[in-house]
């Protein structure tokens, strides 16, 4: 892989890695669910909408394709989006991120089930499966922590992160990107905003529970989805893919760092095989980075990131995108 390949993949792991973190310092703020979600999506459309719409035929894309945009933005962001931040008030921020970091292997079990399969060759196979010993080694300390119903929450969502790429790969594949995500999140907005205005807090945030909210409509959800396309460019979308190991590791040093929550032995160890994990699971036939050679398979389930091919000529289509 690139150096350019490289700094996307971190840059990502640490964007999809935090947003556990700032949803946490929201919901102890406290700030409703709503409130937080309607947040993020307004922030997020705004700043995508003009790109989208600078494009053309906005328009006429909603109307030829609104049936499965409305089936992704209710199952990748309606739904997930709230049930995450819901959970949260009583999971920590790590233990939500290790537990999504479930969703490849559900996107597997959905892929099939929509009629999909993926072959990938035994060294990047034993990458990924390192990367997964990683995440269980976090995550089975944490599974008896929290009410059942938050963890059932987060269940909900690791099947919306797990789904809504299958159905953006299949009915939506001919759709740019930014046409996709840009009207997902102001509809997303749009739902949230009356639920939003009820419970809207009676005085105004401290600055730390105000920056959580910028950082999360800015950077984890703006921003996020253009270098996430930007990596998918590089490095093909199944490997970009990887990421999805590496943002639990982020989410529980963010968590161990700025909010106190625990840092073990188990997690040291976990991190290793983690980071090890990516690194075969990103390495071309014979060890050697790049993106996908010719005959590879594009498609590809990541926590709420990405799934589809690339379009002929270096843009990416819309089904590249999904996130946490």
Not at 63 to 79: D, K, Q, T, V
Not at 210 to 236: M, P, R, Y
Request: aromatic content about 6%; overall charge neutral.
């Amino acid at each position: 892989m690139t150096a350019r390949g490289w700094f996307l993949f971190s840059l990502m792991g640490v964007v999809w890695g935090i947003p556990y973190l700032m949803i946490k310092v929201a919901v102890d703020a406290p700030l409703s669910p709503s409130m937080v979600v309607f947040t993020r999506c307004a922030l997020g459309a705004v700043l995508l909408l003009p790109f989208a719409l600078r494009q053309g035929g906005l328009a006429g894309t909603v109307r030829a394709h609104w049936r499965p945009m409305l089936a992704f933005a209710c199952i990748e962001i309606i739904g997930p989006w709230f049930t995450l931040t819901d959970a949260e008030r009583h999971l920590s921020s790590s233990t939500a991120g290790l537990l999504i970091a479930g969703v490849p292997i559900v996107g597997v079990l959905m892929a099939r089930f929509f009629g999909d399969t993926e072959r990938l060759g035994a060294r990047r196979v034993a990458g990924l499966t390192l990367g997964l010993a990683g995440v269980t080694v976090l995550t089975v300390p944490h599974l008896t922590g929290g009410d059942a119903r938050s963890l059932a929450e987060v269940l909900v969502t690791v099947l919306g992160y797990a789904t809504a790429p299958l159905i953006a790969a299949r009915y939506l594949k001919d759709v740019p990107t930014l046409q996709l995500t840009a009207p997902c999140l102001a509809l997303a907005a749009i739902v949230y905003a009356p639920a939003a205005a009820l419970t809207w807090p009676s005085s105004v945030p401290s600055p730390q529970v105000l920056a959580s909210l910028a950082g999360l409509g800015v950077i984890c959800t703006a921003v996020a989805f253009v270098a996430f396309l930007e990596l998918i460019k590089e490095v093909g979308p199944t490997r970009s893919t990887v990421i999805t190991y590496v943002n639990p590791a982020v989410a529980v040093a963010a968590g161990a760092l700025f909010l106190g929550e625990s840092l073990t032995v188990g997690i040291a160890v976990a991190f290793t095989l983690i980071l090890a994990g990516s690194v075969l699971a990103t390495a071309g036939p014979g060890g050697s980075g790049g993106s996908s050679g010719p005959g590879e398979p594009v498609r590809s389930v990541v926590p709420g990131e990405a799934m589809g091919s690339a379009v002929p000529g270096g843009s990416a289509g819309l089904s590249e995108l999904v996130g946490p």
